[in-house]
C-alpha cells in the first residue's frame, strides 16, 4: 500500500526566482477574451559545496537538456493562448501530449489559480499539431511543466487582469478596489459581475501588447495543493477516450502481418485474393514492413493475417544476438584515462540488456487519406514532426495534412515516434480507405521501439581519505533521436555549453549526466555503436544505467575507505539540497535498522531536471522468498519496503508527483531485476506483457511512500523521469549488500529465459477463446 507524506512546511519565505516582475503578453482579436503569454527563461547556477577535491561544474550543472527545451520553444511561446467562454469556464488546448501523467490536469491547476476560477471550470483538451509552433510542441524530457509553467499562469493572469478592467470600465471605478474569485469580479458596493458575462466585452479587435505580475508562491490556493485528476471519473467509468474510441466515417480495423526479424520486408505475398476473399475482409496491401489488412472487425484481421502466405526479405538486423551486441559493445569501450597506479583504484563494468518501450496501450492510429488531403488521428509526442513526415511520404503538403492528437496509455518514450500514424497512412493511401490500425501487443513487443543494450566501465581512484578521479564510459547501442530532439540541438547550438563535432546523442548525454558528487576529475563520456534496432528514448534515456553503475561504485568505494554508504555520500555531495534530501530519507527509512540476514537496505541519489531524488529501499533475498512460487510468474528478491524523498523545486500538485514517483519506482525493480528482452536473429523473443517482467502485484513492494521536500523553487523542476534512476540503484545496491556480490548485469534474472516464446510466423498470435489464454 503506497502513502504520501508531506515534510512539514518551513516558515513561509518567498522562494527566489519570479519573485514581482513583470511578464509580457498579448491580447488577442477574438469574439470572446482569448490572452497569449509572451516570456522570457532563465538558467539556474549549479550549488556549490566545499571538499578536499571538488570536481569541475559539468554542462548539465550549467545547462542542461530541459534548458535546451525551454530555450528552443521561447520564440513561440506566445503562441498559446487561454479563452475565457461565455459560459463563465476557461479553455486552454495544450501544446503538449497527455499520456497518464497528469500533465492536463497541472496546466488546469495553473489556469484555475491566475484566473481565479474553481478547477472544475477550467477544460483542457489537446492541440492538433500547429506547425507554426516550430519547436515548441514536443513531450519528453521531463520538460513539460518546466516550459509552460510561466507561459500558462502569465496568459490566465492576463486573461483575468482584463476582466477586472472590463468591469472596472463599466461601473465606472479603480480597478485596484475590484477583487476576483470563483469566476467572479466583485466591488466594495455590492457590484459584481461572472467572467462569462464579461468575456464579449472584454475581447478586443486587435492583437495588442500588455503586461501583467503573476502571484507570489504564498497568494496560492490550488497550485502547491494535493488535487485529484481531472479526468479521474472519465478513466474509472471507462469514459475516457482513446484513438480508437474516436469515430471516424468508414474507417475500419485494419493491422499488419509482419516480418519474422526487425524491420524486414515483403518480397511476395502468394494468397493475397484468397485472404481478400475471407470473411469481413475488404483489403489487402503490401507496405514498407508488412502486409496490411482491413476488415470489419480486429478479430477477422487477426485471422487474415494468420492465413497469409508471405516471402520475407532481410531486415536491418538479423544476425544480431545478445551475445553478438555486447562482444561489439564492449570493443567499442571508450579508454579510461587514470592509470590508477599511484593512487588505489575501484574498477567495475556493467551490463543492461535491451528493455522494451512498450506503454501499455498498443500503437493504434486512425488515417483517411484523400487524393488531395489527410487527416490522422493518433498519439503523438511531437506531431509538427509527424505532420511533416506524414506528408512528404504522401506527396501532399504539410498545410493539406490535419493531425489530431490523441491521449495516450502510457508513453515512456515510446510516442516520440509516429511510425504507427504514418503506416496507418500508407495503409490509408494504398487501399483508398479510411482505416482503424491497431498493432498487436505482439507488435509492439517485437517491431516496437526498445531501450538499447549497453555496457558502462567505472574507474574510480582514491588516496588519503578523498576521490582523486572518477571516469565514467557509457557504451550504447544508438538511440535514435530523430523525433525532434535533433532539430532542437541544431536550432540552439551556438548557446550549448559543449563543443566540438558531437552527435545528437553525445550532446543529449552531455546535457542530461553529471555527477552529484565532489570525485575530483570527473569525465563521463559515450560512445554508440551504428547497430539498427529500433530504439527510442525510453523514460529517463541514459540515466538508469549511467546512475545505477556510479551509485554501486559509491558504494564500494564507502567500503574501501571503512565508511558507512550514508555518511560517505554525505562526505562528498556537492549541493546541500540534495544532502537535505538525504538527510530526510535517513530519517523516515530508518537507514541502519538491523536486518535479517539475506536482508538489506540500498540508498540512492540522483539530480536531474533541476530536481533532487533519493531512493531507499529494503529487499528480502532469502530461499525462502527467492523461490515462492506463483503461477505463470517469475519471482526472485523481492523490495519489501521502499521510500522515495524527492525535492521538485515547486511541486505542483503533489498528489501527481507522488504518482509519479511511485511509477518510477516500479520501473526501477522491474529495470534491476526481472524487466528485459532477450534479441536472438535479430528480433526480441518476448512478445506479450506476459512474458515480459514488469514489477507485478507479487513483487510491487507492499509499503510504499513518497515524501515531497517543502519547496526550495517557485517553479518546478522535470518530475516525470526523476524516480527511475535511484530507484533502480537502490534495488541494485541493497541486492548487494543481501547477497554480499554487487550484480554487473542487469536485470538479475536476464540470464534465465522464463517463458515459452511465441512463433515468430505468424507476428501476431491466434485470437485467444477463453480471453485468458494468449494476451493479444
Known sequence: MANHRRAPRLPEIEPKGIDRRYFLGFLIA??????????????????????????????????????????????????????????????????????????????????????????????VTLA??????????????????????TPVRTAAALARQQLVATAASQWKVPASELRTSNGMVTHSSGKKASYGSLTKAAAVTKTVSVSTQLKKVSEFKILGTAQNRIDAREAV??????????????????????????????????????????????????????????????????????????TWGSGTVDNESDATVLKKLKAAQLPLLVPGLLTKSVDAEFTFAFASNSPLEPGTAIADVRSDRAEIWSCLKVPIVAQQEIAASLGLPASAVKVHVTQGGGSFGRHLFH???????????????????????????????????????????????NVISFEQRHTSVQTDFSHGLGEMITATAAKLPVGGNLSFAETIFLLSQS????????????????????????????????????????????????????QFRREFLKDARIRAVLDKAVEVGEWGKAMPAGTAQGIAVHSEYRGAVVALVEIDCRPETVNRK?????????????????????????????????????????????????????????????????????????????????????????????????????????????????????????????????????STPPSPTNGLDTEI
Not at 55 to 79: C, K, R, V, Y
Open 515 to 566: 555527477s552529484p558528487y565532489n570525485f575530483g576529475v570527473t569525465t563521463q563520456l559515450l560512445n554508440e555503436i551504428p547497430l539498427k534496432f529500433n530504439t527510442g528514448s525510453m523514460r529517463n534515456i541514459y540515466s538508469p544505467n549511467v546512475v545505477t553503475a556510479e551509485e554501486l561504485v559509491v558504494d564500494q568505494l564507502a567500503a574501501k575507505m571503512g565508511k558507512d554508504p550514508v
Open 30 to 123: 477574438a469574439p470572446t477574451l482569448a490572452v497569449a503569454a509572451q516570456v522570457g527563461g532563465a538558467v539556474l547556477e549549479p550549488a556549490k559545496a566545499s571538499a578536499a577535491i571538488p570536481s569541475l561544474p559539468q554542462p548539465e550543472d550549467i545547462f542542461d537538456l530541459g534548458d535546451l527545451q525551454n530555450l528552443a520553444a521561447l520564440p513561440t511561446s506566445g503562441l498559446i493562448s487561454v479563452r475565457v467562454n461565455a459560459d463563465g469556464t476557461a479553455s486552454f488546448a495544450v501544446h503538449r501530449a497527455e499520456v497518464g501523467q497528469g500533465m492536463t490536469t497541472a496546466v488546469a491547476m495553473m489556469i484555475a489559480e491566475e484566473l481565479d476560477l474553481p478547477l472544475n471550470k477550467v477544460k
Open 419 to 465: 511510425d504507427t500514424a504514418s503506416e496507418a497512412a500508407e495503409i490509408s493511401k494504398k487501399m483508398g480507405k479510411p482505416v482503424k490500425l491497431m498493432w498487436s501487443r505482439t507488435d509492439d513487443f517485437r517491431q516496437g521501439r526498445t531501450h538499447p543494450m549497453c555496457v558502462t566501465r567505472v574507474r574510480a581512484t582514491y588516496a588519503l581519505g
Open 237 to 310: 467509468m471507462g469514459a475516457k477516450k482513446f484513438t480508437l474510441d474516436y469515430e471516424v466515417p468508414n474507417a475500419k480495423p485494419a493491422m499488419v502481418r509482419r516480418p519474422p526479424t526487425i524491420n524486414g520486408t515483403v518480397k511476395s505475398v502468394a494468397n493475397a485474393a484468397a485472404v481478400k476473399a475471407m470473411p469481413g475482409i475488404t483489403d489487402v496491401a503490401t507496405i514498407t514492413h508488412g502486409v496490411a489488412v482491413r476488415g470489419e472487425t480486429f478479430g477477422q484481421c487477426i485471422d487474415a493475417l494468420n492465413a497469409l502466405e508471405v
Open 128 to 149: 492538433d499539431a500547429r506547425p507554426e509552433l516550430l519547436l515548441n510542441q514536443l513531450t519528453g524530457g521531463s520538460n513539460s511543466m518546466r516550459s509552460i509553467y
Open 630 to 762: 506463483i503461477t505463470d510468474a517469475v519471482t526472485g528478491p523481492r523490495v519489501t519496503k521502499a521510500l522515495i524523498v524527492v525535492d521538485p523545486g515547486f511541486a505542483i500538485n503533489p498528489r501527481g508527483l507522488e504518482a509519479q514517483m511511485i511509477g518510477g519506482m516500479n520501473d526501477g525493480i522491474a529495470m534491476c531485476l526481472t524487466s528485459s528482452l532477450h534479441m536472438k536473429n535479430g528480433i526480441p523473443l518476448e512478445g506479450s506483457w506476459d512474458n515480459y517482467f514488469y514489477t507485478r502485484q507479487w513483487n510491487t513492494p507492499s509499503d510504499m511512500q513518497v515524501v515531497v521536500m517543502p519547496n526550495t523553487s517557485d517553479s518546478p523542476s522535470g518530475a516525470g523521469e526523476l524516480g527511475v534512476a535511484p530507484s533502480f540503484a537502490a534495488t541494485a545496491c541493497a541486492y548487494a549488500r543481501a547477497t554480499g556480490k554487487m550484480p554487473t548485469s542487469f536485470p538479475i534474472n536476464h540470464g534465465t529465459l522464463s517463458f515459452e516464446p511465441y512463433p515468430l510466423e505468424p
